[in-house]
């Protein structure tokens, strides 16, 4: 179970003075001011409390709270200390969010400790001396275990990396242990598994008030002597939460990788359609396998490797804690790349790539793509061995932030030497290997940001353009911001998406979108604070700069959410600035305001997107009035889920708008559902169910399918009733303007069908600029401005409490105000991008 750890890094000691310090992976909402000096740590004051489920809503005034009570302020901040679990991930990335948003808002140093870390340090503070085991609760029969020797000067690890595994592993493992007799035992996993422990002779329980961490215990743990700080410790954008594995989802896929390939692949001429597809990247699978061991003969042939077998290759993808990857390209495999955990470590076992296709980035690419995965699985670093004299595989690897740490004499042949080299996690990818792939990525820029000296001309136009207001979106899979003037101007709008990570599962996972928006945040900051900048004149605007904050409260992702709100409570609360909730979709509906800023009420606006389909009478600001909404699918989900039955991957609508274009409308009859039906509800689950009961005819029938024809007369269906339903809902309340919102109006046939039909009725249809279809920071921005300069009472303000928190299902009459929203499109795009 456990080996002496090793030495601490020189870097290990750099935490100290004043230090706010955070933990929300447990039910214990853990929160201390501290001061760290040489000869220890001062508890300050301390608002740790139980907080089951509440995290988000009581983390940053408790924060306020225990500085108030310390007579200080976030500004006295030296740095902030946070809990990177392991423990419950919603909860971790809750706590990890809100300290990058202080970080960000102060630019002060972020620290990421652990949890398990900070219960062993409790149990020191107690008084516990000896060896000591934490036993975290991991949810699903599971726990996060850790021992450590605890003695005068501290408690000190005797593992590497934290771990998941069953209760029952971890006690048959503990208990057959030489030093079972002297374990001591803590941690919430007791809560439920204390029973199994004693029974297995392990009976050394220590209190029940000790099992929870501290901030004070967390704050203890990193300015121990032998702390050692995970990669990029210190920057806001690399403090990472610790989950010990990959989400359900990615291991779902990897349970599914052992299916045939579906069937129906040779009856839609997917391949074909997905051949602009180029080097796209996804798990390896057993079908792959001929392929890939081919593939490896050929690129080492006539090489002092000695190849992989298929039945190596087999072998591999059966084990726990692997990752393998391959990149193809129109059906064909053209690299491939792999490894397993090894302790702290990530090992690239095989790298692999079509010596046709060399000299592409397919390498650097795969390479990064299994490093990902190992992070994932709480690995620290990742190494690989490389041939002395492949000098460009050297090259690659050196851009990737490998550096040769050892060499083995005739490893791959006499005088053929490998050199082993090995990066930090997370990769500090080159600017060429990112390209313009739109995917979150952290900041690799120097910690913290100082903004450069402003001349007169700036801090003029910056007051003038007052209120300035920084927007937050997190509601599904992008994660975005915005800053919004005071007349209505957009200085900056940042989108980074993960849609490349949702593709292969054909939607988008909740858990990896939420992964996805910490990682994401604080590099999406960057960059808008300094696309703003580059609006006033100047290289960036900081936090001083701010009047309020915006953020997307809701409907949306609960676990995509909380990390949106989190972040914004910690800008808000660490730079005493207003913190206005807004509504995703009265945001989408404001979108149209770019494209027509003399759209007011009454109106009838369509909000379809992936989640959302439902007509709204606006008779006011603020007063809507839901017509009607679907009573199953959304229009973005119904595509989305024929794609899928289709293999065309994710997101759906734009391959199936692409392929109608081309494709006739008439060519095959799918229900219209609920047309008729008197009323403005919505039914899509029919139309899809029946789109694919006709591709399975047609595959037994064994008939290939028009895949132009099927599109276009499937989205024909969905487009029929959308009009049908909007006609008829802005003849009975009599409006002369129409406006469509959500991601869905990006689609071109929606547009041109709803312009058609209602302008031969003498009504004006309104569609958002393509930027401001999908979810954006921008159309977020318009609603916050317009409740801040309404002075609404659900703004929020650091003096008097900050309790907001997601609500996933969040109606439309949430968080709105009847003032007239403000937008200035004449320099839309911004100019600052």
């Not at 003399?598 to 008779?619: I, K, Q």
């Amino acid at each position: 179970m456990h080996s002496e750890s090793q030495a601490p890094s020189e870097g290990a000691r750099r935490v100290r003075g004043t230090v706010l310090s955070i933990d929300t992976s447990t039910d214990q909402l853990a929160c201390s001011v501290v001061r760290i000096g040489d000869d220890g740590v001062e508890e300050l004051a301390s608002r740790d409390h139980p907080c089951r489920r509440h995290a988000n809503e009581q983390l940053a005034d408790s924060a306020l709270a225990a500085l108030a009570e310390a007579g200080l302020s976030m500004a006295d901040l030296d740095a902030v200390v946070v809990g990177r679990g392991p423990g419950s991930f919603t909860g971790v990335r809750i706590g990890v969010a809100c300290a990058k948003g202080v970080a960000c808002a102060l630019g002060r140093p972020l620290h990421g400790g652990s949890t398990l870390d900070a219960v062993a340090w409790r149990a020191w503070e107690a008084g516990v001396r000896g060896l000591v085991g934490v036993v975290d609760d991991a949810m699903r029969g599971e726990v996060y275990p850790g021992v450590y020797r605890v003695d005068d000067e501290g408690a000190h690890r005797t593992f590497e990396a934290e771990t998941v595994m069953k209760a029952d592993e971890c006690v048959e493992l503990l208990a057959s242990g030489s030093d079972a007799g002297e374990l001591q035992l803590t941690g919430n996993g007791l809560v439920k598994y204390r029973d199994r422990f004693e029974m297995a002779g392990l009976r050394r329980i220590l209190d029940e008030g000790l099992w929870l961490p501290t901030g004070t215990a967390l704050a203890r743990s990193v300015a121990a002597p032998d702390w050692r700080p995970a990669a990029g410790d210190g920057d806001p954008a690399l403090v990472l939460p610790i989950y010990t594995r990959l989400s359900d989802a990615e291991e779902t896929e990897r349970l599914r990788l052992g299916l045939k390939e579906p069937a129906s692949v040779a009856y839609t001429g997917v391949d074909d359609t997905l051949a602009g597809a180029h080097l796209q990247l996804r798990p390896m699978s057993v079908n792959d396998l001929d392929q890939v061991a081919d593939l490896e003969r050929r690129a080492f042939e006539g090489s002092s490797h000695t190849p992989w077998t298929r039945q190596m290759f087999y072998e591999e993808l059966s084990q726990p804690a692997r990752s393998w990857w391959v990149a193809h390209d129109q059906g064909s495999i053209v690299g491939f790349a792999g490894g397993m955990l090894a302790g702290a470590d990530f090992e690239v076992a095989d790298v692999a790539v079509d010596p046709a296709r060399r000299r592409q980035g397919i390498a650097s690419r795969l390479v990064a793509r299994v490093a990902y995965d190992g992070q994932m699985l709480n690995a620290s670093s990742v190494s690989l061995e490389v041939d002395e004299g492949n000098r460009p595989a050297r090259a690659a690897y050196a851009r990737l932030g490998f550096e040769e740490v050892g060499r083995r004499p005739d490893y791959y042949a006499p005088g053929v030497a490998a050199l082993i080299m090995r990066a930090s996690l997370p990769l500090a990818a080159d600017a060429e290997l990112v390209g313009e792939r739109p995917e979150p990525r952290a900041s690799i820029r120097p910690w913290p940001i100082v903004a450069g000296e402003r001349g007169a001309d700036v801090t003029r136009a910056l007051e003038e353009a007052r209120p300035l207001v920084l927007s937050v979106e997190s509601s599904c899979d992008e994660t975005a911001m915005a800053l919004i003037d005071g007349h209505g101007r957009i200085c900056a709008n940042v989108v980074a998406t993960s849609i490349d990570f949702h593709a292969r599962f054909g939607g988008v996972v909740p858990e990896i979108a939420s992964r996805k928006h910490v990682e994401a945040i604080v590099g999406v900051f960057e960059e808008t604070m300094a696309q703003a900048g580059r609006h006033f004149g100047c290289d960036t605007l900081t936090a001083d700069d701010l009047d309020a904050v915006g953020v997307t409260a809701g409907p949306g992702l609960v676990g995509a959410l909380v990390v949106g709100v989190a972040f914004a409570k910690g800008l808000s609360a660490a730079a005493d600035l207003p913190l206005v909730p807004v509504n995703h979709l009265e945001g989408h509906m404001l979108a149209n305001l770019f494209a027509a800023p003399d759209l007011r009420p009454p109106f009838v606006a369509s909000l379809v997107s992936g989640g959302n389909t439902m007509l709204v009478h606006v008779r006011a600001w603020g007063d809507y009035q839901i017509l009607g909404a679907t009573i199953d699918d959304a229009v973005g989900e119904a595509f989305d889920k024929v794609a899928k039955a289709l293999g065309l991957g994710y997101p759906g609508g734009p391959v199936i708008s692409r392929l109608a274009a081309r494709g006739n409308r008439k060519a095959i009859h799918f229900p219209r559902a609920m047309m008729h039906s008197g009323d403005y509800r919505f039914s899509l689950s029919g139309l899809k169910t029946a789109v694919i009961t006709y591709i399975e005819g047609e595959m037994r029938a064994g008939r290939p399918i028009d895949l132009p024809d099927l599109a276009a007369s499937f989205e024909a269906a969905v487009i029929d009733v959308q009009v049908a339903k909007a006609l008829a809902a802005v003849e009975e309340t009599g409006v002369g303007d129409f406006c469509v919102g959500g991601g869905v109006a990006a689609n071109p046939q929606l547009r041109e069908a709803y312009v058609r039909k209602f302008s031969r009725r003498g009504v004006r249809v309104s569609v958002p600029p393509m930027a401001v279809c999908g979810d954006n920071g921008a159309m977020i921005a318009v609603c916050a401005l317009r409740s801040l300069r309404a002075d609404a009472d659900f703004v929020e303000r650091p003096e008097t409490g900050l309790p907001l928190d997601a609500r996933p299902n969040a109606q439309l009459s949430e968080w709105t105000s009847p003032a007239e929203p403000v937008v200035d499109a004449s320099e839309w795009p911004p100019r600052g991008r």
